[in-house]
């Protein structure tokens, strides 16, 4: 028998929630995201939790905890948040999650056949969980921690107040969305009726992770067009549109994730396709500081206006969209919502590690929108991957972690 947030883990992973990016312009993506929001609700119900809401056209789910304070006391009403989907990257049906118990350190072997191994010199951060049990999968989809582990770390913390009504605590609100890996996690969250005073998002890695700044991002398609001709005798005419998307990617490719770490900003080119007479090529553009980021963008409008002059015509078009902005800007001016996860993690032994997320989270936007949403860990890693893994022992000192932070304002 399992704790109840592993019990609550090997139960979610096994429903297949993947977003796809391709479906992004409705919420949600696919609607297969509604069987674990669905299973929530009703859970949620069983366990009695209040205001329990599950928003049927956009696939929210929404509940609370009242406070039971005995004594009248103004302490904050605390958000939790975690996602849903999973990442397109790699499958997510029928997750066969398998637990490795007292694990050795070494290199987890996923698939003898295919040769799908976990390798510690790729993922140094297992050396931290020998001797823990690991919850891995067969190689042949990624297991789901990102961000099930956070559904089911949230799920448990809820649990345990519903189950000892002797533990005094405020307000505890709930949410979970879809479609966060597709960009669009709080496009439709409702704010107002979530009502809670600030939040944390449950979805980072490694046990003691905390983050409460991201990148500044942008999502850019770059559309070349080319002339076709007969190839033998192209000379001087012919313009290869692959060729001219190659020419301009080469502009930015020194800026890219593989060379870049820390508080380094990129571009990444996510695709490129089409043919002689078309090609179009999907990018991000990311950085922590808001003044690099608009001369990342402002540099990929000069590339293209270089390159339209330099063959005499517009042949070289981009779009820009603006993704999500750097939460920083907003929650440094209430760094009392860290501090609060920072001692939670003190107090649950372990020592956090704030750092700069590479990346995004719903929080990101929430805060931009009035919901100050740092991010704390979940525990699991390798997200988007064959080789994802979740430890048991961080995930039971994670719902530790959410516990006092819920507690801690109370003590006050």
Known sequence: ??????????????????????????????????????????????????????????????????????????????????????????????????????????????????????????????????????????????????????????????????????????????????????????????????????AYTVDGGELGDMSYECFNAAGATLTVKGKSVHPGYAKNIMKNAITLAYEFISTISGECPENTEGYGGFYHVDSIHGDVEKAVVEFIIRDHDSKKFEQRIQTVRNNVEMLNSKYGEKRFTVEIKEQYRNMRERIEKELYIVEYAVEAMRRAGVEPKVSPIRGGTDGARLSFDGLLCPNICTGSEGHHGRNEFACIEDMETIVEILKNIVLLPCSE
């Open 1 to 198: 028998m399992y704790s109840a947030v592993v019990e609550n883990f090997l139960r979610y992973v096994k429903i297949d929630t993947q977003s796809l990016e391709q479906y992004a312009d409705k919420t949600p993506s696919t609607e297969k995201q509604r069987d674990l929001a669905v299973l929530l609700r009703d859970e949620l119900l069983v366990l009695g939790a209040s205001n329990v809401r599950y928003d049927e056209e956009h696939c929210y789910v929404y509940a609370e905890i009242p406070s039971n304070l005995r004594v009248k006391k103004r302490v904050p009403k605390i958000g939790f948040i975690a996602h849903m989907d999973t990442s397109e990257a790699v499958s997510g049906a029928n997750v066969k999650p398998r637990i490795i118990e007292n694990y050795d350190g070494e290199d987890i072997v996923l698939d003898e056949k295919l040769n799908i191994v976990t390798r510690v010199s790729e993922f140094p951060m297992l050396k931290a969980c020998k001797g823990k049990s690991l919850i891995v999968t067969d190689g042949s989809t990624l297991l789901g921690g990102d961000d099930k582990a956070g559904v089911a770390e949230i799920m448990a913390m809820a649990e345990y107040f519903l189950r000892h009504p002797e533990v005094e605590h405020g307000k505890i609100c709930i949410g979970f969305t879809p479609d966060e890996e597709v960009g669009n996690g709080v496009a439709f969250f409702d704010i107002d009726g979530f009502d809670a005073d600030y």
